[in-house]
């Protein structure tokens, strides 16, 4: 009994990690579209900021505390760059534009050598309380850490979605002519919630480093954006609960697929399982939106609502 | 006094003239009816002078020039607008559709909502007690927790009214407040901005129901392609065969 336990333990450890991660990742996305409104597509962009500047800054001598908050500021600061000219755009376009700014981030991390050792990536950097912790139970300390990290953000949020600030951006979400009509600046709201949405995301970049220990632009391509959206959709859009669930959800089926072919045999080499998980994946997530189109916490009232 | 002033106003669509030239003076404190026939450019004169478009001539609200600001700015001014067709926020509580109106919230800064909570939340509780008592002047405090996308085409009128009212506006500009409406519900508005004028606000009101708008109004502005064609007391525009002839479109 023991003996799977100790089996079973890494294993679930792995999955939360993964999960809390990419919950403060979707949490971000769920602020920005869930709450405001805004279709961004390159929300990944952000994820490797905060992880590329906090273990480039780490590396080159920076105390650790200091490059992960320089890691969230940044991501941030390139919510407010990328916000400036694009907020002003409509919805479809913005969602254009964002997809294209997360490629040219990629670019720049892959291309640009001097800065960003390439597509070699970065390793080697600290992990927080490295020294403190003993090495068998790092991943148990890291969890711990990022659960609070979790926790944290989710109740930071929640405070601000409750307030009247987040009353003006659900405002916003419904239709940006009225809280004009009311006076509110919608445009500094909307660029309020990138930022920090941005910043978020930066976090959990640098979250991300941490437990993978190596990061190279491979990391951060586009299909972790829609992990996020998945994440969202899945919990129930603007719903936080939902999301930091939907997290949970997608690991346990990207792990749980893994171990299909001792369940149900199927007819596949071993590098045709992954593609063949990711079909398992889409068939589940595609039965969840028949059987609930509004997400696992979200409202089926309001799907029924119109304007 | 004039509480606002446009002058020569203009937009153009490409070769269509909305507003081609028009000008208006609004006294404070009285109820003034724009009415013309479709496509005479009534609406496109809301959208100038509330900043949703941009066109030329000039626009002074009580005493500043405001035809260069944004929508939120002029807002902000006390000048508040509803729309034609009426823009309930869906997915929000009639509540929070009124909670939302006031102007210069202190919760709506993002480091008061962090560092000031107990602040916010006392003016949230007045800003919450002043919606309820607006919704009860509108007789639609029963549905305060309901979804604004769920009310009917006339609650949603009365909520857009009750919306605007919550951030104590000088100047309303309303949009046919009295279209799609039951005679019973019409009579009702009429009578909550009779009301409301007497506690000194000023309405400027599109409107193509002649006698609703005729009745409630000290004075009528009338509009035909894009120009101001005569305005003046009721009784007189009522009379007059001219403005008759361009709502049916005749010779006479």
Redesign the interface.
């Known amino acids: 009994m023991t003996e799977l336990l100790g089996a079973i333990l890494p294993y679930i450890t792995t999955i939360l990690l993964f999960a809390s991660i990419y919950a403060v990742f979707a949490l971000g996305l769920n602020l920005e579209w869930g709450f405001t409104g805004l279709i961004n597509f390159g929300h990944v962009a952000f994820f490797a900021i905060g992880a590329y500047t906090t273990v480039l800054l780490n590396i080159s001598g920076c105390p650790l505390i200091i490059s992960v908050i320089a890691g969230v500021a940044l991501a941030g600061f390139f919510g407010f760059l990328l916000g400036i000219p694009t907020l002003r755009l409509r919805e479809d376009y913005l969602a254009i534009v964002t997809i294209g700014f997360s490629e040219v981030v990629r670019s720049i991390l892959l291309n640009e050598e001097w800065l960003t050792r390439g597509p070699f990536g970065v390793h080697g950097f600290d992990r927080p309380f490295q020294d403190a912790v003993p090495y068998q139970h790092y991943n148990t300390f890291l969890l711990i850490l990022f659960v609070a990290i979790l926790a944290i953000v989710y109740f930071a949020l929640e405070r601000l979605i409750q307030s009247p600030w987040g009353r003006v951006l659900k405002s916003i979400r419904e239709d940006e002519t009225v809280p004009s009509a009311l006076g509110k600046n919608v445009f500094s709201y909307k660029l309020q919630s990138l930022i920090i949405g941005s910043a978020i995301a930066g976090l959990a970049g640098t979250m991300l480093a941490f437990y993978i220990t190596y990061i190279n632009p491979c990391t951060f391509k586009p299909i972790e954006t829609f992990y996020a959206w998945i994440i969202v959709i899945l919990g129930g859009t603007a719903s936080n609960k939902g999301t930091i669930v939907g997290a949970i959800i997608l690991w346990a089926f990207f792990s749980g697929t893994k171990f299909i072919d001792r369940i149900v045999p199927v007819p596949f080499e071993s590098h045709q399982m992954g593609a063949f998980r990711m079909i398992v994946i889409g068939l589940l997530l595609m039965l969840l939106m028949m059987y609930k189109p509004e997400g696992i916490f979200g409202r089926k009232e309001e799907l029924a609502l119109s304007d | 006094m004039n509480i606002l002033t446009a002058r020569n106003l203009k937009k153009h669509f490409g070769g269509v003239k909305a507003v081609d030239g028009c000008s208006i003076d609004i006294e404070s404190g009285t109820i003034v009816g724009l009415i013309g026939p479709n496509g005479a450019g009534k609406t496109t004169m809301f959208n100038l002078i509330?900043g949703?478009e941009r066109g030329s001539g000039e626009i002074t609200f009580k005493g500043q020039r405001t035809d260069n600001l944004?929508?939120?700015?002029i807002?902000?001014c006390g000048m508040?607008?509803t729309?034609q067709i009426p823009?309930?926020?869906?997915?929000?509580s009639v509540l929070?559709n009124l909670?939302?109106?006031p102007?210069?919230?202190?919760?709506?800064?993002?480091w008061n909502?962090?560092l000031r909570r107990k602040k916010?939340l006392e003016q949230?509780q007045t800003?919450k007690e002043k919606s309820m008592g607006i919704l009860e002047f509108f007789e639609i405090d029963d549905l305060r927790d309901e979804?604004a996308?769920?009310l009917s085409g006339g609650q949603k009128k009365l909520l857009e009214m009750a919306?605007?009212i919550a951030?104590d506006p000088s100047l309303m500009l309303l949009d046919e407040p009295f279209s799609g409406v039951n005679p019973t519900l019409s009579r009702k508005i009429s009578g909550h901005i009779d009301e409301l004028r007497e506690g000194g606000m000023t309405f400027l009101i599109i409107e193509h129901d002649i006698p609703a708008v005729t009745k409630i109004s000290d004075r009528i502005v009338v509009m035909n392609e894009g120009r101001v064609m005569t305005e003046g007391k009721p009784e007189e525009i009522k009379r007059r065969k001219d403005v008759l002839d361009v709502y049916l479109g005749g010779e006479g």
Do not use: D, H, N, W
């Open positions: 509330s949703f944004s929508p939120f700015k807002a902000r508040v607008r729309f823009r309930a926020l869906t997915k929000m929070e909670m939302l109106a102007t210069m919230q202190r919760g709506e800064r993002i909502v962090c916010v949230e800003i979804y996308g769920a919306r605007a951030i």
